[in-house]
């Protein structure tokens, strides 16, 4: 009698066992629609304050072909998965507020702090990036090489990277690991805020 209890044990355990990939995935599916509509706010459940804007309908962009300033072909994909801040640059100039946008994700990364290495910044141009000038006249790139070692210079082309509903002129965006063009922020936001939400996201996430 105890060794068939025991079998019928045995039996329920390996049941449970098998039936937990099930119930998780049933659980992520039933979750993420509830989130899709709107009835959950998961982001602020967690806790975050969400300085930014989340995007209500995110973009991937990591295979997205871009053309780097040295003019051979690159993408999100094929460099090493980090989060990314990303300025859209329009016209031939960069003007006073993307020089702020530039400014401002430099010394947010840099007041990260110990994990400012899985973070990288880039800034996406229309033109090609060698005629892309400052608004002092000097060529991006080589304002690049002196105030913004780090940064990607990364030319698209007359394409959007993001729709068009999603573009503002005085912000920038968060593009997570993944490729997903996730949040915006607006350049008047306090930076200590923006760090708030970096510093909680870089803890909540492998990327």
Not at 49 to 58: D, F, K, V, W
Not at 77 to 91: I, R, Y
Not at 108 to 118: E, L, T
């Amino acid at each position: 009698m105890t060794q068939n209890n025991d079998q019928r044990g045995g039996r329920t355990i390996l049941l449970l066992i098998a039936g937990l990939p099930v119930t998780m995935i049933l659980a992520a599916t039933w979750l993420w629609y509830f989130v899709e509509q709107g009835d959950i706010d998961i982001v602020g459940a967690l806790g975050t304050a969400n300085s930014g804007e989340l995007l209500a309908q995110p973009v991937n962009i990591n295979t997205l072909p871009f053309t780097a300033a040295v003019g051979t072909p690159t993408s999100l994909e094929s460099q090493e998965s980090k989060w990314t801040f990303m300025v859209l640059n329009n016209g031939d100039a960069c003007d006073e507020t993307c020089s702020e946008l530039l400014y401002l994700t430099r010394q947010i990364r840099i007041a990260i702090g110990r994990d400012f290495q899985r973070i990288q910044r880039l800034i996406v141009v229309d033109q090609p990036a060698a005629t892309v000038a400052m608004q002092s006249g000097s060529l991006l790139l080589d304002a690049v090489a002196e105030e913004h070692p780090d940064l990607r210079v990364w030319q698209r082309g007359i394409e959007p990277v993001v729709p068009a509903r999603h573009v503002s002129d005085n912000a920038w965006y968060l593009v997570d690991p993944s490729g997903w063009v996730m949040m915006r922020y607006s350049a008047d936001v306090n930076y200590r805020d923006v760090i708030g939400d970096l510093k909680f996201l870089l803890k909540n996430s492998g990327g």
